[in-house]
């Protein structure tokens, strides 16, 4: 039977809102929910410790390139390389990414280089929504090939850890895997669902972690999800058992149900990230 590895980094206890450890919580019911049951995670974060499939390494570091000297630390270890080398497929999972129960269980009669979505979905927690734009790049979440992320990588996009994993995904992964077997997600079926909420600097908080909805802009919030594309709806089953969690998390944090966007969010306007990918990645790719 074919094994996975899921590595993730946690946010630290302290930069957490209660709507970001309902996240958490999510990742975590995402990960139990597998049909398929060969399958460890490595959390790198603020503990040192193992418990049945989850392993945490403490990843110390306050800067950037601190923490990417102890990410190189961690992959270098004895703990980290015997997970690794045991596992068949390494995936990077966010702690606010849901992985698809199915997926593994998909992954594991394949035979493929890198099973990623073309079709990326995201979900709004302010109002439930969920909408799938594709893309011409791979996003951070992909189900690699063991061989590929263990092995060094110092072409387009290398990041400091010098890890392939590591690399700036939009730059470095279609260079990478152009000659290798690549299969992408049944749009229905895809790899993970990104979840989005207005905790964090970039998308709206106003200072972090916000306690409440009071410390939220929300029309900064819907700034930062016009970025992600039309919120055309889509129709995707996969997630649903999580999402009650997360509809009871965002009236426990805002005092205030789910509702629905913006009109100007659900038009048909392009956005200034769409037309930048477009110039990078003209015309139509098969990956």
């Known amino acids: 039977m074919k094994k996975f590895l899921f590595i993730t980094h946690i946010t630290p206890v302290a930069k957490r809102s209660v709507l970001r450890q309902a996240l958490i919580d999510a990742y975590y019911k995402g990960l139990n929910a597998q049909t398929y049951s060969e399958w460890k995670v490595i959390v790198m974060g603020e503990e040192e410790r193992s418990e049945g499939k989850f392993n945490y390494f403490h990843l110390q570091g306050e800067s950037r390139e601190e923490k990417f000297n102890a990410i190189k630390k961690i992959l270098a270890s004895e703990r980290f390389l015997s997970l690794a080398n045991d596992a068949d497929y390494i995936v990077k999972l966010d702690d606010d990414d849901i992985i698809s129960p199915h997926v593994l269980e998909k992954v594991s009669t394949l035979d493929?280089?890198?099973?990623?979505?073309?079709?990326?979905?995201?979900?709004?927690?302010?109002?439930?929504?969920?909408?799938?734009?594709?893309?011409?790049?791979?996003?951070s979440t992909c189900i690699h090939k063991k061989e590929h992320v263990l092995s060094a990588w110092n072409g387009p996009g290398a990041s400091l850890v010098g890890n392939l994993l590591y690399s700036e995904h939009h730059a470095s992964w279609h260079v990478f895997y152009q000659d290798k077997k690549m299969l992408a997600a049944d749009p229905n079926e895809p790899v993970y669902m990104r979840v989005l909420s207005p905790t964090s600097i970039t998308s709206g908080a106003l200072a972090g972690p916000p306690k409440s909805i009071a410390e939220i802009s929300m029309e900064k919030y819907y700034n930062y999800l016009k970025s992600f594309g039309n919120w055309k709806a889509a129709s995707i089953k996969s997630f649903n058992a999580v999402l009650p969690?997360?509809?009871a998390a965002w009236l426990q944090f805002s005092g205030k149900p789910q509702q629905k966007l913006p009109v100007e969010l659900t038009t048909n306007t392009e956005n200034k990230i769409l037309r930048k990918i477009k110039s990078i990645f003209p015309g139509k790719r098969n990956s």
């Open 245 to 247: 969690d997360l509809a």
């Open 112 to 139: 493929v280089d890198v099973y990623f979505d073309q079709h990326h979905t995201f979900y709004d927690i302010s109002s439930g929504s969920i909408t799938q734009q594709k893309r011409n790049w791979f996003a």
